[in-house]
Nanobody, 124 residues
Framework: QVQLVESGGGLVQAGGSLRLSCAAS????????VGWFRQAPGKEREFVTA????????YYADSVKGRFTISRDNAKATVHLQMNSLKPEDTAVYYC?????????????????WGQGTQVTVSS
């Protein structure tokens, strides 16, 4: 069992940066891959990025590649999402999720545990 809590969302101007955090509880956190998804009003939840259990490799959506960076600290049971050069189209609720496998890293229905989400708003 893993519980996830996101933080760090807020309002930022286009071109700015935010750092989201996903804090996990549960002694088995280091066994899970973690992904970030986002959902804008009226749109489907979409994959943003995912990182494997050790932090050794990660996947990114084309829309965020080169701007966003995912990292994890298993000792602190935390995953971070550094978001730079933010655009208005990045506005959404951002969710972190945990999965036992990254085989289908972009499929949200393959993730076992979800946080409650944190709002990111980018103004133009």
């Amino acid at each position: 069992q893993v519980q996830l809590v996101e933080s760090g969302g807020g309002l930022v101007q286009a071109g700015g940066s935010l750092r989201l955090s996903c804090a996990a509880s549960g002694r088995t956190f280091s066994r899970y891959a973690v992904g970030w998804f986002r959902q804008a009003p009226g749109k489907e939840r979409e994959f943003v990025t995912a990182i494997n259990w050790s932090g050794g490799y990660a996947y990114y959506a084309d829309s965020v590649k080169g701007r966003f960076t995912i990292s994890r600290d298993n000792a602190k049971a935390t995953v971070h999402l550094q978001m730079n050069s933010l655009k208005p189209e990045d506005t959404a609720v951002y969710y972190c999720a945990a999965s036992t496998s990254l085989e289908y890293y972009s499929d949200y229905d393959k993730y076992n545990y979800w946080g409650q989400g944190t709002q990111v708003t980018v103004s133009s």
